[in-house]
């Protein structure tokens, strides 16, 4: 096992690495920038290291700084959370030969699946199912037209090195794939520095279904089942649940054997997440995420296993605790991200927190790293916490989240607990009945 581990990140997912560390016996170094001097992440951990002023691209991201941090304290690891550099395989490259461990994947996989072209003609390769759509990058509007009617309009115009939606544009004509086709193109280039584009067939009403994975270094890869992430806002995750209601129970076992078994195919060390679009009964892949999800833990509830712990086991060359007859779903839980936003604007709402308290209770999980008196920097993500709640069934689970919204008290900033109240009173919501846009058509109606 390491001796310790320095965290390349922040907020609440810094502070969950933390306490998995400390319940492994290992110590921490915490990274901050200077605006975070007082987060709860830097008190918590037994050494810290200021790596420069606020803005993202001079600490969190400041590979530098960061890899002095862990020469100076002694770190044997660096755990990358999410964000920030988790899925920068130049990172992992440089952690690698300055002889630190990196806990997360080979370069090679970070790099693969990075590229979203690269990465469905690995999936593709290791048995998983896709959206039809074009082989590889667009080199002119006519080749773009040629796989739209193939494929059939409605269509994606998709940037190769995408992330985050950006460089996304639906076409529904052929002349709106033109125009798609330039805007996509432009949008790529200024995010990206990247223009490659390509097709994908455009699903109206798919669910997000994704599949957390687990795999050691003997070969052992299990999987651990699904987590429905389809009420999204512009393609950010609102809320997620575990398992999904939509599956039924051989869908499942057959979407998780062939995660699985391409996990397997690909050699792939660590925690992963296959993402799918879920239509009409059939699966599609649109990517992998090479790292640790915002929404680990209600994988963690419904299967009692501790992710992050097993990551860090895994990536010191240790075997996984369990197999995959081991894994037995039980129960069903849900998180809400709470962000420090105005809940119908969302516009960001940093500042102060003048009081707060956490829900509590049976089945009740708060990851978070903010206390009464904090105050949210404003350059930053908004996300303030995660209330996660479980219950032995999907309705009990629902009544138990609404009691624990009542019942946090955060003040001081705007917060986006009303819109889950709200949320948690639709007739489609209760009935499971939601797909990757229901979220913005509620949000739209309920504005007019
Ligand atoms: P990014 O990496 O930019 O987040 P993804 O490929 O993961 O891009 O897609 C983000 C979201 O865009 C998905 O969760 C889904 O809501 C939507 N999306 C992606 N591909 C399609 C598709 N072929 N049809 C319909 N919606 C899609």
């Known amino acids: 096992m390491f001796k310790k581990v320095l965290i390349a990140n922040r907020g609440e997912i810094a502070l969950r690495v933390h306490r998995a560390c400390k319940e492994l016996g290992v110590a921490t170094v915490a990274v901050h920038s200077t605006a975070d001097a ?100 667009l080199a002119s509007y006519e080749e773009g037209r040629r796989w739209a009617e193939e494929i059939g309009f409605p269509v994606l115009v998709k940037a190769a090195a995408g992330g985050g939606g950006r460089g996304m544009k639906v076409a529904k004509t052929p002349d709106a794939l033109q125009e798609a086709m330039s805007t996509a193109k432009a949008e790529a280039k200024a995010a990206f520095g990247d223009d490659a584009v390509y097709l994908e067939k455009y699903l109206e009403r798919p669910r997000h279904i994704e599949i957390q994975i687990i795999a050691d270094s003997f070969g052992n890869v299990v999987q651990l089942g699904e987590r429905d992430c389809s009420l999204q806002r512009r393609h950010q995750k609102v809320l997620e649940e575990a398992l999904s209601p939509a599956l039924m129970p051989h869908e499942r076992a057959e979407i998780g054997e062939i995660a699985r078994s391409a996990i397997a195919r690909l050699g792939y060390l660590g925690v992963g997440t296959i993402e799918f679009l879920y239509e009409n009964g059939r699966f599609y892949f649109i990517e992998m995420n090479t790292r640790l999800q915002v929404e680990h833990p209600i994988t963690e509830q419904v299967t009692r296993i501790d992710l992050v712990r097993e990551q860090i086991r895994v990536a010191a060359g240790m075997p996984l605790s369990f197999k995959q007859e081991d894994i037995v779903f039980r ?44 105050r949210i920097p404003p350059y930053y993500d908004s996300m303030v916490g995660k209330l996660i709640v479980f219950a032995d069934d999907r309705e009990f689970c629902i009544r138990r989240l609404r009691r624990c919204l009542k019942e946090m008290q955060l003040t001081g900033v705007e917060t986006t607990i009303p819109l889950f109240l709200d949320l948690l009173e639709q007739p489609d919501f209760l009935n499971g009945d939601y797909h990757i846009h229901w979220l913005e058509e509620w949000l739209a109606a309920d504005a007019l």
């Open 38 to 137: 007082n987060a709860l992440h830097v008190r918590l951990a037994d050494e810290s290291v200021c790596i420069g002023p606020p803005a993202p691209k001079d600490s969190y991201l400041n590979i530098p700084a960061i890899i002095s941090a862990a020469e100076i304290t002694g770190a044997d690891a660096i755990h990358p959370g999410y964000g920030f550099l988790s899925e920068n395989a130049r990172f992992c490259e440089i952690v690698k030969a300055h002889n630190i461990t990196f806990i997360g994947p080979d370069p090679t996989h970070i790099r693969t699946m990075g590229d979203k072209i690269a990465a469905k003609e690995a999936a593709g390769g290791a048995g998983i199912p896709l959206v039809p759509g074009s082989k590889g990058s």
């Open 331 to 374: 129960g069903h839980s849900i998180e809400c991200r709470i962000n420090a936003e105005n809940p119908k604007t969302f516009r960001p709402s940093p500042g102060e927190i003048s009081y707060f308290h956490a829900p509590g209770g049976p089945g009740v999980r708060f990851d978070s790293a903010i206390y009464s008196g904090y």
